[in-house]
T-cell receptor, first 116, second 115 residues
Framework: AQTVTQSQPEMSVQEAETVTLSCTYD???????LFWYKQPPSRQMILVIR??????QNATENRFSVNFQKAAKSFSLKISDSQLGDAAMYFC?????????????FGKGTKLSVKP | ETGVTQTPRHLVMGMTNKKSLKCEQH?????MYWYKQSAKKPLELMFV???????ENNSVPSRFSPECPNSSHLFLHLHTLQPEDSALYLC??????????????FGPGTRLTVL
């Protein structure tokens, strides 16, 4: 079975600085998708960024980028120029590419605080 | 209403009560999900409905009973719950079209407390 591990329960960053959140996963599959979701306090979970395992190029969405290391099964999220609105729980998630079901496997999450 | 909505947002119930959680998606998706989010644990997938048919039940106790009358609505019926069932229950939806990437859109959740 696939597992997702986020080893940092909490992280803190100064406003305007850069922070990297770690995520590792375990799978025997070669085709899969990886995601980072953000859950602000008392607000809905939203997708931040996604990566297809067959793509070597790291995904980027504005200030958010990933470092996808397929061989190491690592999928870290880098947030540049951190803003107060980035404070949230961040969840790394895995989805098998086999079949059409969109079942996600989540890590325990990392709580990110942004200091003004 | 837009996106995925859930009602009620907060619910307190006794162990002998019967209550229902409601989820509605306004995105035209064909798949809906129930997740349980407990403190210090990963989100747990509970049920999956695809085209109104339940396609997955992750060994959820029978005191949780899902219902999907159509592709836009999803219910979670609760009865004789235990205190350890207290959690945030999240609903999500996606458009499943035979493989590939399909983003799941989440609702705000129902915060359930079982006394």
């Amino acid at each position: 079975a696939q597992t997702v591990t986020q080893s940092q329960p909490e992280m803190s960053v100064q406003e305007a600085e850069t922070v990297t959140l770690s995520c590792t996963y375990d799978t025997s599959e070669s085709d899969y998708y990886l995601f980072w979701y953000k859950q602000p306090p008392s607000r809905q979970m939203i997708l931040v960024i996604r990566q297809e395992a067959y793509k070597q190029q790291n995904a980027t969405e504005n200030r958010f980028s990933v470092n996808f290391q397929k061989a190491a099964k690592s999928f870290s999220l880098k947030i540049s120029d951190s803003q107060l609105g980035d404070a949230a729980m961040y969840f790394c998630a895995y989805r098998s590419g086999i079949g059409s079901q969109g079942n996600l496997i989540f890590g325990k999450g990392t709580k990110l605080s942004v200091k003004p | 209403e837009t996106g995925v909505t859930q009602t009620p947002r907060h619910l307190v119930m006794g162990m002998t009560n019967k209550k229902s959680l409601k989820c509605e998606q306004h995105l035209g998706h064909n798949a809906m999900y129930w997740y349980k989010q407990s403190a210090k644990k990963p989100l747990e997938l509970m049920f999956v409905y695809n085209f109104k048919e339940q396609t997955e039940n992750n060994s959820v106790p029978s005191r949780f009973s899902p219902e999907c009358p159509n592709s836009s609505h999803l219910f979670l019926h609760l009865h004789t719950l235990q205190p350890e069932d207290s959690a945030l229950y999240l609903c999500a939806s996606s458009q499943e079209e035979g493989g590939g990437y399909n983003e799941q859109f989440f609702g705000p959740g129902t915060r359930l407390t079982v006394l």
